[in-house]
């Protein structure tokens, strides 16, 4: 196979200028000039977008189950292990400058993105990016209170309904604009853990906060066996929850490290260590509710904290929004950026019935069941199948779907599939989280539920991959056609 000769292009915008101004808003591949995030500004979003309200929902849903010395190393492995498997699919998604639901196609077919994207991804969304809205909701409606109004003004839904508002008008602005505001959220946020956790020591005693049992739980090994499990799953659930939102600011990274550290840093191990302050005030306090927990224990800092917590929140408002609006520009081409940001306005039913919130640790363990197969399938794709037709990705209508490298069996890659159910449905087999029932027990409190899961999902696909699909491949001479060229290509048909 011949590499086709890269072919230069002067491509003129109608804006006069010699890129867009927020590229990442349409369905194209990004030019290596139109990628304008530095390594510290991906470090700054990833932290400031992940660290504020679900490393303390995170770290409070762990802290009420085990202490804070286990907590830490729950998180740690939870989030960083998971998210480092899943963040391998962003060096694709920088090398190609496109959105997963144009590299997607590759995994799961061109019928099969829409089925995992709306099916799963946008679901498990939509209530995961509720957790943010609603956290500053009740941070404002607890402040208020605590200043003596009543009524309109302590509705924490209120509140939420604005958190939605201005989340989705930065969201319209573009991530340029998100940048600036992640550079000053990001630190915020460290402030908030590092003051939480130095009130805490001096008031209550170092060892006190990390060795002491949370409130209402057994010190009995077995319990405390058990529990930390369970507190993994929550972790691993964390991470796994990812597949869905890496695309949307990867792919705007100057460099392909600049993509991937940045991810496993900042949604990983930030995540995991900044959980340590929540889980330090739920231990504390027996609360499973992170705005409360806070609130209970703050004392004198409470206002102050508060006040914190409800500025720090405005950057993760603003991450899932970007999330989901940015791939359904390349899932829709026609519905345009107003349209598709307009669309993220569904998070109000989650706000008007906040049963995610109120059942964290349930919901994130069924969310991280359905999507840890998902991740590792699609992860492992990448790795084994690092070379991607572009063209055959961008295929814009039925002829030129059934046509290309593809299209699998009508749309759907049998192998993906396989491998997606046959791991979900065994990790629900282990350990099911809404009964707590654990099919056997030894196996669970040795390796869990949701991580064999994953490593079940990429044993089907690889197993029915290898004796079905690879045989079937079909090799494409322009499979070396530089992204360049075609990104020019059609810039170029739109002047």
């Not at 660290?51 to 492995?77: D, E, M, R």
């Not at 962003?90 to 590759?106: D, E, L, P, S």
């Not at 519905?335 to 569904?346: D, F, H």
């Not at 991959?465 to 322009?478: A, G, M, T």
């Amino acid at each position: 196979m011949n590499r086709l000769k890269r072919t230069e292009y002067k491509v003129h915008f109608k804006n006069g200028q010699n890129h867009l101004i927020n590229p990442e808003q349409g369905p194209l591949a990004l030019l290596p000039e139109e990628r304008h995030m530095s390594f510290y500004a991906m470090m700054a979003l990833m932290s400031a977008g992940a660290i504020a309200s679900w490393a303390f929902v995170t770290g409070n849903a762990v802290g009420v189950l085990i202490p804070v010395k286990y907590a830490i190393c729950a998180c740690l492995y939870g989030c960083t292990v998971s998210f480092a498997i899943h963040a391998y699919m962003v060096i694709q998604y920088n090398r190609w400058g496109a959105c997963m639901t144009v590299i997607g196609r590759k995994t799961w077919g061109h019928i099969g993105i829409y089925i995992v994207i709306l099916g799963i991804g946008y679901p498990a969304t939509y209530g995961w990016g509720s957790m943010p809205i609603i956290m500053l909701g009740r941070s404002g409606a607890t402040l208020v209170e605590d200043w003596g109004a009543s009524g309109l003004g302590a509705d924490w839904r209120v509140w939420s309904i604005i958190a939605l508002i201005i989340g989705l008008f930065i969201t319209y602005k573009g991530l340029k604009v998100i940048d600036k505001i992640t550079k000053i959220a990001a630190p915020l946020v460290i402030l908030i853990i590092i003051s939480v956790i130095i009130v805490l020591a001096k008031d209550y005693g170092l060892s006190e906060v990390w060795n002491g049992m949370p409130k209402g739980v057994s010190d009995d090994p077995i319990t405390l066996k058990h529990n930390y499990m369970i507190a993994v799953e929550i972790a691993l659930g964390v991470g796994f929850s990812w597949p869905f939102g890496l695309a949307a600011w990867v792919k705007s990274s100057k460099t392909e490290h600049g993509a991937y550290s940045p991810s496993v840093y900042g949604s990983g191990v930030c995540w995991a260590l900044c959980a340590v302050a929540p889980a330090m005030t739920a231990t504390l306090s027996g609360l499973d509710d992170p705005v409360e927990a806070l609130h209970s224990i703050a004392g004198p800092f409470a206002i102050l904290w508060l006040i914190m917590l409800f500025f720090a929140n405005v950057s993760s408002v603003m991450v899932n929004p970007t999330n989901l609006a940015i791939p359904l520009t390349s899932l829709f081409p026609k519905l345009g950026w107003r349209n598709a940001v307009i669309i993220q306005g569904l998070f109000i039913i989650a706000i008007l019935w906040p049963v995610y919130y109120d059942a964290f640790g349930v919901a994130i363990s069924f969310m991280g069941m359905a999507e840890a197969p998902i991740g590792a399938v699609w992860a492992v794709d990448c790795f084994i199948n690092g070379k991607i037709n572009l063209r055959h990705c961008y295929a814009k209508n039925a002829e030129e779907r059934r046509n290309s490298a593809y299209w699998y069996f009508h749309g759907i890659r049998i192998s993906a599939f396989a491998g997606w159910f046959g791991g979900m449905f065994f990790g629900l087999w282990m350990y099911n989280p809404y009964s707590g029932a654990i099919a056997v027990q030894g196996f669970f409190d040795l390796f869990g539920a949701m991580f064999p899961a994953a490593i079940v999902g990429v044993l089907i696909y690889l197993l029915v991959f290898y004796l079905y699909e690879k045989p079937r491949q079909i090799s494409y001479v322009d499979m070396f056609q530089t992204i360049k060229e075609y990104h020019a290509e059609k810039l170029a048909k739109q002047q």
